[in-house]
């Protein structure tokens, strides 16, 4: 189990990255340092402590920042300024050989977008990773079809990523990120794009795998009851900063401010219920 500390971390995207972050540093808003600079702030000194062995969730409204933090912790985007670390090392002083090692070994990654490899079946997608790592394809074949097996894809593993419903490339990026056996797993708005019976399926998946294989587990969503389903800890941003985080109970009874409270508002007028 691997705790994640992120602290003081600020991203601006834009050429005069030094203005802008001055200008975050004093105060200023993200539209008053777009309008001055033509940057636009990522992130505005973000700090975070994820505890290992849980889920934790990070949600915000599009253009929050969440997809941008998520890929902070496995550098896919280096901040403009602050600190990632993982167990107390942190990750942005690894040279290239020991960021390739980190994110083979103890890190993965689950996309909205499935990101598998389309000339690779159901089974060589999912042991991808071990592959990389050096197991023989024999070595590596039954901690695959472990997987395939667990999020429900036997008879599939020959399968190519054409062949199957959107549902089910979701199931294969889960299982891919498993079979890894890294003990962090970022999964970027990964049930998004699933209709509504297949995501309540793979939250209560992924509720069942936390419980069994204490991972420590990042999951990015705008959903609300998302969120409060599987998270044991969650993370509100709105407009790159921080603005709560709590228990799924503390964020439905406290509200941190009108932003938050308007979350949980429309649960409210929508009749939602929390589960598990």
Not at 10 to 28: C, P, S, V, Y
Not at 134 to 163: C, D, H
Not at 210 to 238: C, N, P, S
Request: net charge neutral; glycine share 10%.
């Amino acid at each position: 189990m691997s705790e994640i500390e992120i602290r003081n971390v600020f991203k601006i995207f834009g050429a005069d990255t030094r203005t802008a972050l001055a200008m975050a540093r004093d105060g200023a808003d993200k539209s008053a340092i777009l309008a001055k600079t033509g940057c636009s702030v990522g992130l505005n000194d973000v700090s975070l402590r994820i505890p290992p062995g849980r889920v934790f969730v990070i949600m915000g409204l599009s253009g929050s920042g969440k997809s941008t933090l998520v890929r902070h912790i496995n550098r896919l985007i280096e901040p403009t300024s602050g600190e990632i670390l993982v167990d107390g090392r942190n990750v942005l002083g690894l040279s290239a050989p020991e960021l390739r090692d980190f994110r083979k070994s103890r890190v993965s990654m689950v996309f909205q977008s499935f990101g598998l490899m389309p000339h690779r079946s159901v089974l060589q997608n999912v042991i991808y990773g071990q592959r990389v790592r050096g197991l023989s394809r024999a070595e590596a074949e039954p901690i695959g079809m472990k997987w395939i097996e667990t999020v429900g894809l036997t008879g599939y593993e020959n399968k190519y990523p054409f062949q199957l419903s959107g549902g089910m490339k979701q199931r294969v990026g889960l299982a891919r990120a498993l079979a890894a056996n890294t003990d962090i797993i970022l999964m970027d708005e990964a049930f998004s794009a699933l209709d509504p019976l297949i995501r309540g399926e793979m939250q209560d998946q992924l509720i069942q795998l936390e419980h069994d294989l204490a991972k420590t587990i990042v999951f990015i969503t705008h959903d609300l009851d998302e969120a409060l389903r599987i998270g044991a800890e969650i993370a509100i941003l709105k407009d790159g900063k921080l603005v709560q985080v709590g228990t799924p109970h503390e964020i439905l009874t406290s509200p941190a401010n009108n932003y938050v409270a308007r979350f949980v508002e429309r649960r409210s007028l929508q009749g939602g219920e929390q589960h598990g």
